[in-house]
């Protein structure tokens, strides 16, 4: 393994373990995670592999196969630059809870495809995650894992993001989607067999990273969080008479409860359809989620919604943006018989605009974090 090989070169030994950690997509349920409500992750192929082993010293070495240069020393975790600190997060975090992790010797190699929103950051905080688990004997469960990882990147990298990424990246299992309630943390595996329905989910990576996404993430989870208090509720979740409560928004507030109650009531109708064996059904629903992401929520690109409007020209069942917009990727649900006309429809239209083409791939539902070594 390349991991491996590369460990031994940088520290001159072998490593006690590597672990693994995936991307993710997210089927449905966008931007309810930071409100309470529901998702529907699954784990992709693609992820981060790290080869670690503990030190006694406190210090952090690091290296990434992605970033060029010889592995890094990390004394004081405060100083940590660039993608270090999504790894030192989850050392951080580990520690501010008190568990007794001192340090580590890490390398990093990682395939998830660049620019894609596929959720590179999460798969790295939580094979960190649970290598330090592992090698300190912490025992954590999965989602305490999941936890920490998130706390890393709220607290440390600064980035105001839910639980969804990290869960689906620590509890993700084969041939199954995530349903999470991100109020209690509660899941269910949802078996998501597209091959037996003659489906694929294709990824188009539009490849596109908009300068806006985070701050503009932020504010949404603002406006959510004051529409919530003027509510009188805790969290979105909490909102059970739509009308009601839009009669008493107005503006951004207004389109964002709109978005967010209504997402919750799609992700619980795909999961029964799903459950029903009714899987090309939920394309209905994926088209209405992203309608209500580019209209309501308004975290959509143009972008995004050629790739979204040229799959379903090419006749697929369903298609959406996934994960937090402003680029990044779309999902679209095709039929076996149709994958070449929505990719050429795609392609095609990208073409016209005379942006550069997108990449077009399928996904299947992965195992979660594991040990391979
Ligand atoms: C990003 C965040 C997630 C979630 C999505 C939107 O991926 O990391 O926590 O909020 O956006 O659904």
Redesign the pocket.
């Known amino acids: 393994m390349r991991v491996v090989e590369a460990f031994r070169e940088s520290f001159g030994a072998e490593p006690h373990g590597v672990w693994h950690a995936p991307g993710r997509v ?1 089927l449905i349920g ?5 409100n309470g409500g529901f998702v529907l992750p699954f784990a992709v192929p693609w992820g981060v592999t790290a080869a670690v082993s503990p030190r006694q010293d406190g210090l952090v070495r690091l290296r990434s196969l992605q970033a060029a240069g010889p592995a890094v020393t990390v004394e004081d975790l405060r100083q940590a630059e660039g993608w270090t600190r999504y790894v030192v997060g989850v050392v951080w975090a580990l520690r501010e809870a008190g568990h007794p992790v001192r340090g580590a010797d890490i390398v990093i190699d990682g395939d998830v495809p660049r620019g894609a929103g596929l ?1 590179s950051s999460a798969a790295l905080e939580v094979a960190v995650g649970l290598a330090l688990d592992e090698l300190y004997g912490l025992g954590l469960s999965r989602m305490e894992i999941a936890l920490a990882a998130q706390k890393a990147e709220n607290d440390f990298v600064g980035m105001p ?5 990290q869960a689906a990246s620590a509890l993700g299992e084969e041939g199954k989607a995530l349903f999470l309630d991100c109020r209690t943390l509660g899941t269910r595996a949802i078996p998501f067999d597209l091959a037996a329905h003659g489906l694929r989910l294709l990824i188009i990576n539009t490849g596109v990273h908009h300068e806006l996404a985070d701050g503009q993430y932020a504010r949404r989870r603002q406006d959510c969080e004051s529409a919530a208090a003027r509510l009188g509720v805790d969290t979105l979740r909490d909102v059970t008479d739509l009308a009601g409560a839009l009669a008493l928004l107005s503006g951004d507030e207004r389109r964002r409860v709109q978005h967010v109650v209504t997402e919750n009531h799609r992700v619980e109708a795909v999961v029964g359809l799903l459950r029903a064996g009714a899987v090309s059904e939920i394309g209905a629903l994926l088209n209405a989620s992203h309608l209500s992401l580019r209209d309501q929520f308004e975290v959509s690109c143009p972008e995004l919604d050629v790739a979204v409007e040229a799959a379903i020209r090419g006749r697929a069942r369903g298609a959406r943006m996934t ?2 917009g402003f680029g990044g990727s779309a999902i679209a649900l095709v039929a076996d018989d149709r994958v070449e006309a929505v990719r050429d429809s795609v392609l095609l239209a990208y073409a016209e605009r005379g942006w550069a083409p997108p990449e077009v791939y399928p996904a299947t539902p992965a195992a979660g974090a594991r040990r391979l070594t």
């Open positions: 997210n966008e931007h309810t995670d930071y959720s993001c839910g639980i969804m990424d994960g937090g």
